[in-house]
């Protein structure tokens, strides 16, 4: 006897002991555990072993080999936990870990443990339970971790006040996490959530902590961890982000941002932290994402003003006013208006500039409110200040923000109605950039802001010599030139030029010309001599009080003739075209070439420009022999002499002249031009000056243009989805082949010129499809990717249901902008699957609700899919859902043959993976504490090649075995028949098919029809379902008289039939087929007085050797079947061999 030990776990199952464990195990929420120090032998609750995977509920050698469901960066310090605990006198403890779950994630656990030891305090036994703290609000439900009100008490109890401590906090953030969650849906966020987390913690040392923040957020904490190392993990978690990710079979694509901030150098409290690592995420993000920002303290000073500018928005606008500048006639002075500017002060005093508050404004989208209020002021003082002068016009900024506000223009009505001002008195000023923009509400707004007749000024331009050519595009009043070319007029030749060019071009464009930052009487008088029409600056005023500007400029003590003083214009214009050696630098100044001409069409001078353009040999070879450097004809024929003379003729007749040529060097190459010749005065006459631009350059890049655009039609024809561009303009302006063949088109020019066709006029939601198509484009410019159903149609009328996915693309228009590819999947092949997979589920579901014995389906993981009543009833649960989530609590902890009832489940389940059928007896526990012998028939049941098979669980309560018997009896009886109708069964129907599959000697032709009685719902809701059982009997057994004898037939399911026929030609059975649909509705059917047809449509298929069994046959059918019925029902359909 006395050789080895017994374990405590080798004790009779029978024993007391065993019982408890085994009852509180099994009801206990929490995992329950016993350890036996002496034989190192675990032994774990069943919801321990599931939920952490454990390969049994008995493991041995634990506290040597570790034990291995806790985080490889736990463990180490966990055995030293135990040691010390088994070593020390304590009689409990408690701990904390994270530990690996079956699934593969990381959860946190908290436990309490108690130990017992002998008389000599040698420790024998541990007894523990450990809490899963995800269920607890200490820890984040979606990720698992421990959320960052945690790393504040690791900080406080680790880090805060210790001499030499050090700590780093990184905050993440994921870019763009709404449109994960836009895209897809808030629980598909949450397994991103979940997964991005547990793959970050695998990314961790050990001193590294992750804790959940806010949102997208998670914190990361580093006791005594040096920048470089937190920088350095920064740049793994961005590598690892930067790749492709799946979730769930979607796959999707993110960034991260983060924000770094260290203790105790930046900050000197936890506060502090979570503050400072927030702004440098803020700065991260704002700079464009997918980066790291390092704290600075300027970070939370911007963070201060944007706090600052909010609060002051909610107190009514606190610490915003107006000042307002003067602008005047550039000729005399006097005021023709004012531009209102805001300015702001900080509560303690300090005036904050436009350039730091405006961005921020507009970043937090503030600038709407604080915008509209500003323009609400302008238009009170120009209310009250018109009155003084009826002419003042209000110049008012106009944030980019604020245009692509849909109801901005209704806003400044309302503002205009509501102050009686106006249109005429109110001028809004906008960017160059504003007018070229692609954004279709901003276009749309200026459109209304022009119909309101309300004046629009181009601010702030100068952007160079392609603008020029814009302007007389953009629809604008005035042109506002920027302080930069007005200071350098007297520095540089190149901007007085460009200066007089816009002024002359803008007269020509009915558009007048304001310079702005006019300081000194010098730049004052030389606007004055290029005739500009409105000037403003600090010369006339800087910007003062609304108060200020009313006394000193709308009263009658202003004089504007103190500022104006007599010019003697002719002097300094002789003094500027009599001076040569100014002129010729001007000349050279100008980046183009540059030719003059007199009227008689000589060259009286050129510039470098022009000696390096033609590679002359010198200015005197240009002016002598200027006609060898164009080609004798130009492209359209002409003589190139003759062109010139005509030419040079409407620039001195209208002053401005604008055309292509064609040029060639001394060696003959050509040399596309643009010229633009401009009449100046010259001594008491004027002269032409020609600048010639090269457009080599430019066409090379058209070129280069039409090759990308091949490229891209290449690109669009490999793509396997039907593929389409459009243009800014809602334009259909290319698309692939694959378009062309779904719509079977000849061309794809065919389907560009007809695309508005190939929709039915209406969507399925009443929309109608040209109006749907073109918002849904503009949302997508707008929005930058969209997807929607949506109902094509054929030429044919054949429609086609597809899957819309719209998206952006920036740059590929030639101007830059973008443009929209619509992609367009067909639906036909997935709905008419998702249709098979409803029949499939109808079917399974049929299956389960009509056994007479308890059924429970599992799939082949061993999840519980499904039940039927009677498993519920058996089992005493309360619903199908505790049955399928808490099986096996319904199991003894054994079974009469000594297994444990888990460990066999599995294994017969295993069994019957391989050998497809399995039958043994077994043992349930109902929620009355009764024992049930049941015999179990395990069935894997093959769906298909793919969908994931299924085991068929179905248990016969042997307690009735008496009743069960008569139950099967009766239902081998009415196997065949069906009980109201009095036809075959549809299994037995089906039977015979196989049969007649397997008769392949016989060469008569097989024909299958499926028969549905046509709304025969309404049959049931109007007059009962009584009515419709004896509508059911009465058609068919019509049916039945009209088919030749000895015709199979079936119910199939409902109001569908199947009959067989055999041995009968296409022609007599097509007949046969229109005299049975015609027949039917010429019966008379009553109930309880209501007198009522019916009508049935037919599906009918002739067998054919592609047909290798009766499913095939029936989902022919089936298609047959529909196909009447989409062609309107009471009519039948036979598909030819």
């Known amino acids: 006897m006395g050789g080895a030990r017994m374990s405590l776990f080798d004790i009779n199952p029978d ?53 291995k469901w806790i985080h490889p960066h736990d463990r180490e310090r966990v055995r030293e936990l135990y040691r010390t605990f088994i070593r020390s006198d304590e009689d409990s403890q408690n701990l904390e870990y994270q530990a690996l779950t079956a699934d593969g994630n990381y959860i946190w656990l908290s436990g309490r443990e108690k130990i017992k030891r002998d008389d000599t305090g040698k420790a024998l036994l541990i007894v523990g339970i450990l809490r899963n703290l995800e269920q607890y609000e200490g820890v984040d439900q979606v990720t698992g971790l421990l959320r960052h009100g945690s790393a504040r008490e690791r900080f406080e109890n680790t880090t805060e006040g210790r001499a030499g401590s050090h700590g780093e906090v990184l905050l993440l953030g994921i870019d763009g996490f709404k449109n994960i969650n836009i895209l897809n849906s808030h629980s598909f966020g949450d397994f991103v959530l979940r997964t991005t987390a547990q793959d970050i913690l695998k990314l961790l040392p050990e001193q590294v902590k992750l804790y959940r923040y806010d949102g997208d957020q998670f914190l990361l904490y ?111 002075l ?120 309300i004046e629009l000024s181009m601010d702030d331009f100068g952007i160079g010599y392609s603008s020029l050519g814009r302007l007389s595009e953009i629809d604008m009043d005035v042109v506002k030139v920027d302080r930069y070319f007005v200071k350098a007029l007297h520095i540089s030749q190149y901007n007085h030029d460009f200066v007089e060019s816009v002024i002359r071009l803008c007269h020509n464009l009915n558009k007048e010309v304001c310079m702005e930052g006019v300081e000194t009487k010098e730049e004052w008088e030389t606007i004055s001599l290029l005739n500009a029409d409105l000037v403003q600056g600090f010369y006339i005023s800087r910007p003062v009080e609304p108060e200020v500007f009313y006394r000193k400029y709308l009263t009658s003590s202003y004089d504007s003739k103190s ?48 000696v390096q353009l033609f590679r002359a040999d010198g200015k005197k070879d240009i002016i002598e022999h200027f006609y060898r450097f164009s080609p004798p004809c130009q492209e359209d024929g002409r003589s190139s002499v003759e062109t010139v003379h005509e030419r040079i003729t409407e620039a001195f007749a209208s002053g401005y002249s604008e055309f292509r040529w064609m040029h060639c060097d001394k060696e003959g190459n050509s040399i596309p031009a643009e010229v633009i010749s401009v009449r100046i005065p010259y001594l008491d006459d004027f002269v032409v000056a020609s600048y010639t631009r090269d457009l080599r350059a430019e066409i090379e890049l058209s070129e280069k243009r039409w090759k990308f655009r091949m490229r891209l039609k290449a690109l669009l024809d ?79 009328g054949e429609l086609i249901p597809a899957e819309i996915t719209l998206v952006r693309i920036e740059g590929l228009e030639e101007d830059g902008s973008a443009m929209v590819a619509g992609y367009t999947r067909d639906l036909r092949d997935q709905l008419r699957a998702e249709k098979a997979e409803r029949l499939m589920a109808r079917r399974v579901r049929a299956v389960v609700d009509s056994s007479p014995l308890a059924c429970v389906l599992w799939n082949m993981r061993q999840e519980a899919l499904d039940c039927n009543q009677i498993a519920v009833e058996m089992l005493g649960a309360r619903d199908k859902e505790e049955v399928l989530h808490d099986f096996d609590s319904f199991l003894p902890l054994y079974q009469p043959d000594g297994s444990v009832s888990v460990e066999k489940r599995i294994k017969t389940m295993n069994e019957v993976q391989k050998n497809r059928r399995c039958v043994f007896e077994w043992v349930y526990v109902n929620r009355n504490g009764e ?85 025969f719902k309404n049959v049931n809701d109007t007059y009962g379902h009584e009515a419709g059982d004896m509508t059911l009997k009465r058609v068919i057994k019509r049916v039945g008289e009209l088919l030749p004898e000895g015709t199979l037939i079936g119910r199939f399911g409902g109001d569908e039939f199947l009959f067989l026929l055999q041995g009968r030609e296409q022609g007599s059975v097509s007949r046969m087929l229109c005299s049975i649909v015609e027949q039917i509705p010429q019966m008379q059917l009553e109930y309880k007085g209501n007198i009522f047809t019916s009508s049935i449509s037919i599906g009918a298929v002739f067998r054919t050797p592609e047909d290798t069994c009766p499913e095939d046959l029936i989902r022919r059918a089936d298609d047959a079947l529909y196909q009447a019925k989409r062609n309107g029902r009471n009519r039948s359909v036979l598909v030819q061999e």
Request: glycine share 6%; charged share 25%.
């Open 334 to 453: 006097k005021v023709r208006g004012a531009e209102a500017l805001l300015r702001y002060t900080m509560p303690d005093g300090r005036e904050i500039s436009p350039t730091e508050f405006i961005p921020l404004l507009e970043g937090s989208r503030l600038i709407l409110p604080v915008g509209l209020w500003v323009l609400e002021q302008a238009v009170i003082a120009c209310k009250v200040w018109s009155r003084q002068n009826p002419d003042f016009i209000m110049d008012v900024n106009v944030s980019f923000v604020q245009l692509q506000d849909s109801g901005f223009c209704g806003k400044v009505d309302a503002l205009l109605q509501k102050y009686d001002l106006p249109a005429q008195n109110l001028a809004l000023e906008l960017t160059e950039s504003y007018f070229i923009t692609n954004d279709s509400i901003v276009n749309e707004s200026l459109e209304c802001l022009n119909e309101m007749h």
């Open 718 to 796: 490999a793509t396997p989805l039907c593929l389409n561009l459009w243009d800014k303009e809602f334009h259909n302006i290319m698309c692939n082949r694959e378009a062309v063949k779904l719509f079977e088109l000849d061309s794809e020019q065919d389907y560009l010129e007809h695309f508005n066709l190939l929709s039915p006029e209406r969507q399925p939601d009443g929309s109608l499809s040209t109006e749907g198509a073109r918002e849904k484009i503009k949302e997508a410019m707008q929005k930058g990717r969209i997807q929607f159903n949506w109902l094509h149609q054929k030429p044919d």
């Open 563 to 610: 500022l104006v003083s007599p010019i003697d214009k002719e002097k300094i214009q002789k003094k500027l075209v009599n001076n040569k050696e100014l002129l010729f630098a001007m000349m050279n100044a100008t980046p183009l070439c540059l030719i003059l001409w007199n009227r008689q069409f000589e060259i009286m001078a050129c510039n470098e420009k022009a």
């Open 222 to 332: 580093g006791n005594n961890v040096r920048r470089e190392e937190m920088l350095r993990i920064y740049g793994d978690i961005r590598k690892y982000a930067s790749g492709s990710h799946r979730v769930n079979g979607c796959s999707y694509r993110f960034t991260v941002s983060g924000g770094i901030i260290a203790y105790p150098e930046e900050a000197h409290s936890w506060g502090e932290l979570e503050k400072g690592a927030c702004a440098a995420l803020r700065q991260a993000k704002t700079n464009g994402k997918d980066q790291c920002v390092e704290f600075t303290a300027e970070l939370l000073e911007e963070l201060q003003l944007s706090h600052c500018l909010a609060r002051s928005v909610d107190n009514g606008y606190e610490g915003f006013r107006l000042v307002f500048q003067p602008i005047c006639d550039a000729g005399t």
């Open 931 to 1015: 024992s049930i012998p049941c015999e179990v028939t395990l069935v894997k049941a093959v769906i298909g090649k793919d969908d994931e098979d299924i085991i068929i669980a179905y248990s016969r309560d042997l307690r009735e075995l008496k009743r069960t018997l008569e139950i099967i009896d009766r239902l081998k009886r009415q196997a065949c028949y069906d009980a109201l109708t009095g036809c075959l069964t549809r299994e037995y129907f089906i039977e015979n098919l196989t049969v007649q599959f397997q008769n392949e000697k016989t060469d008569d032709p097989v024909m299958l029809g499926l028969l549905d009685l046509d709304g």
């Open 15 to 67: 024993r007391e002991e065993a019982f408890l464990y085994k009852a509180v195990s099994s009801i206990c929420s929490d995992y329950l555990y016993i350890w036996d120090l002496e034989e190192d032998i675990l032994l774990a609750s069943p919801n321990m072993v599931s939920d952490l995977g454990l390969d049994g509920n008995r493991m041995t050698n634990c506290f040597h080999s570790g034990i």
